[in-house]
């Protein structure tokens, strides 16, 4: 059972850590942004796990 979950938890926190590294590089590019304030998205992106990038990249990016 063990061997299972391993092989459950590590493809995503691989996924995880790609989304947080592909937002937080948008993010440190970024000087606009849409609902909240710059230091907002960057705590929604760490902190809010795997929704919080997908959020971001989604819904809180400035205009291009």
């Known amino acids: 059972m063990d061997g ?17 590294v592909t937002a937080l590089v ?9 609902i909240l304030p710059r230091w907002g998205w960057f705590c929604v992106i760490l902190f809010v796990g795997i929704v919080g990038p997908v959020v971001y990249l989604a819904v809180g990016r400035g205009d291009e």
């Open 4 to 20: 299972q979950l391993v092989l459950l938890v590590i493809p995503l926190a691989v996924i995880e850590v790609a989304l947080a």
């Open 26 to 34: 948008h993010w440190a590019k970024r000087k606009t942004f849409r």
